[in-house]
């Protein structure tokens, strides 16, 4: 696997083609957004409709949680790098298909490669499987807040799964729940010190 520049990736996919139902569903692909050079990086599941009106990753209502939590650990949406496993809204907002993982994944573990972040966060049961696959079987609750690595060639990185924002907007936003993300972001911040 090369490692290409971000943009020349993103162009890449700018007109994929190679899920037929999402390129026909779809307004756009959904690259990605933040720091080029970002130490986190961030993967989420699929743009939702809010995304593929406008363009930008986890812009609706997860994205202002997501917000909160970044702000827990003194970072902006702009100091890190978003993307998703897939870059284009499934329909009706269902659940990828395993093939349009597998379509998406050079493109994936490519943005992985060329920002080189100190830390993944992958967020949720999709993206925390794409990226680490057996050892996320046990599911996202069972794995939150711990730190895994994922070797791509010959480099090594630091995963840490986290619950999806909108888990916590299906519990009403408890409180409870909150406080057990932040404190997952809490690993994410200092995995990503301890990297220094
Ligand atoms: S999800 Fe990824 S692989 Fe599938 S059409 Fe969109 S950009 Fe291409």
Do not use: W
């Not at 998703?84 to 298909?97: D, F």
């Amino acid at each position: 696997m090369t490692n290409i520049p971000l943009q020349q990736l993103k162009s890449e996919y700018s007109n994929c083609t190679k899920c037929k139902e999402l390129c026909n569903f779809r307004s756009q692909t959904i690259f990605g957004s933040g720091d080029l050079n970002a130490s986190v990086l961030l993967i989420g599941e699929a743009p939702g409709k809010t995304e593929d009106e406008q363009g930008i990753p986890f812009c609706g209502a997860s994205g202002k949680i997501l917000q909160e939590l970044l702000e827990s650990i003194n970072l902006t949406r702009e100091e890190v790098f978003i993307t998703n496993t897939i870059l284009c809204r499934p329909p009706k907002n269902r659940n990828p298909k395993k093939d349009e993982i597998q379509n998406c994944n050079d493109r994936l573990f490519k943005t992985i490669q060329a920002i080189n972040p100190k830390v993944i966060v992958t967020i949720g049961n999709f993206a925390s499987k794409t990226i680490l696959k057996k050892e996320a079987k046990p599911g996202i609750t069972k794995i939150r807040g711990q730190v895994f690595q994922l070797q791509i060639e010959d480099q090594k990185y630091q995963v840490v799964p986290v619950v999806h924002p909108a888990n916590l907007l299906y519990n009403g936003r408890n409180p409870v729940i909150l406080e057990q993300m932040k404190k997952d972001f809490q690993v994410v911040i200092e995995t990503t010190e301890s990297n220094d």
